[in-house]
C-alpha cells in the first residue's frame, strides 16, 4: 500500500490487519466519487500498523504520537459541529525525535460500532482511525476510514399493511402490502383493489422514497430522495380491477432505516403510490415501511 504525504517531512500511513481477506464495500463517498472500505461488526477488533516514514533522511522533532479510534455524526449543513458517539485513544509515542522510518503496533479491542455507516445527503456517519503527529509548527494528521453494518433487527412485528383510500363519490382503493418491514435482498409484494373509479385514470406508479431528517427543532432539515419509481399500471382501471405489485430490493442502493440515530438524524423508507388522471392532477398514498440488514454467513465464519 502506498504512502500519502502529509507535511514536508513526514508520510504517514495507516495498515489494517488482514485488511485483504476482509470483505470491502464499495461507498458512495461524493456525487461522483465511489471508495472500497474495509467492513467491520459490532464487537470487533480494529488493529494494524502505523508506518511513519521520515522524507529525504531528515530528523524531525515531534511531541508525541496518538492513534484513536472514532465514531463521528457530521451535518452537512452545519460543519463547525461534529458528534462523537465513540472516542478511544492510545498513546504510540512520547516526545522525541525520528530518524528514520518507524512502525507502531495498535489494537482497539472490541469496539462497540452500534450505529451502522451512513452517508446521506445532509448527514455522515463514519467510523475511522486518525493518527495525529504533534509537531512544534501544526500537527501532521492522518485519517482512514472503515465501514460498520449493523444487524440490529426491528422491534416490530411483520403483519401486512392493508389500508382503503379514495375522494368521495370519485375514487375508491384499496391496497395492500405483505409486511411492514423488509430486509435489504427482500421482495416487496402486494396488491391495489378498485372499488371505485370515477375519475379517469391515466396510469399509476409506486415510487421507494428515503426521507432524512438532520438536527433538531427550530434547526431541523428534511431531505427526500426517490430511490425508485416505476410504473404498475397503463390505462384506466375499471370497478373491481386488481393490480399486483412485486419490487424486488436487491437492486437498489439501500441502507437499513436510521431512527433518532444518538438524537441527531433519521432515515426512514415511504412506499408511494401514485394515481395520474387524464389532466395530469396526481392522487397519491404515502406508507412507511422498515428496512433492515439480514446478516449473511460470510463474515463471522471466515472474516473473524
Known amino acids: 500500500m502506498s504512502f500519502f504525504r502529509f507535511g514536508a517531512t513526514t508520510e504517514i500511513d495507516i495498515v489494517l490487519d488482514g485488511e485483504e ?56 449543513y452545519d460543519r463547525g459541529n461534529r458528534y462523537e458517539f465513540v472516542s478511544l485513544s492510545q498513546e504510540l509515542a512520547t516526545p522525541g525525535e525520528l530518524k528514520q522510518t518507524t512502525k507502531y503496533d495498535f489494537e482497539f479491542k472490541n469496539v462497540e460500532k452500534q450505529y451502522e455507516s451512513y452517508h446521506g445527503i445532509n448527514v455522515k456517519l463514519r467510523y475511522f482511525i ?17 465501514w460498520v453494518y449493523s ?45 371505485l373509479v370515477r375519475i379517469k385514470i391515466k396510469h399509476m406508479e409506486l415510487a421507494i422514497i428515503r426521507r432524512e431528517t438532520a438536527g433538531a427543532a427550530p434547526n431541523q432539515y428534511n431531505e427526500s430522495e426517490t430511490i425508485t419509481k416505476f410504473e404498475i399500471m397503463d390505462g384506466a382501471p375499471v370497478k373491481g380491477e386488481t393490480i399486483p405489485i412485486r419490487l424486488f430490493l ?34 397519491f398514498k404515502q406508507q412507511e415501511i422498515t428496512i433492515y440488514r439480514r446478516r449473511g454467513k460470510w463474515h463471522w465464519r471466515h472474516r473473524r
Open 21 to 76: 481477506k476482509r470483505k470491502h464495500v464499495d461507498v458512495k463517498v461524493d456525487k461522483d466519487e465511489r471508495e472500497s472500505m474495509p467492513l467491520y461488526l459490532d464487537g470487533e477488533t480494529v488493529s494494524g500498523q502505523i508506518v511513519v516514514k521520515v522524507r529525504d533522511g531528515r530528523r524531525i522533532e515531534h511531541h508525541g504520537i496518538k492513534v484513536e479510534f472514532i465514531g463521528l455524526i457530521e451535518m452537512f
Open 130 to 146: 486518525r493518527v495525529t503527529l504533534g509537531r512544534r509548527l501544526g500537527d501532521d494528521v492522518k485519517e482512514r476510514d472503515i
Open 250 to 283: 436487491g437492486g437498489f442502493e439501500l441502507t437499513p432505516t436510521f431512527r433518532d440515530v444518538n438524537k441527531r438524524f433519521s432515515a426512514r423508507y415511504f412506499l408511494n403510490l401514485v394515481l395520474v388522471d387524464e389532466e395530469n392532477r396526481r392522487y
Open 151 to 195: 444487524y440490529r433487527m426491528p422491534a416490530e412485528g411483520t403483519s401486512s399493511i392493508k389500508m382503503e383510500v379514495g375522494i368521495e363519490d370519485c375514487l375508491h382503493i384499496e391496497f395492500e402490502y405483505n409486511k411492514s418491514r423488509y430486509h435489504l435482498k427482500d421482495v416487496i409484494v402486494g396488491k391495489i383493489y378498485f372499488l
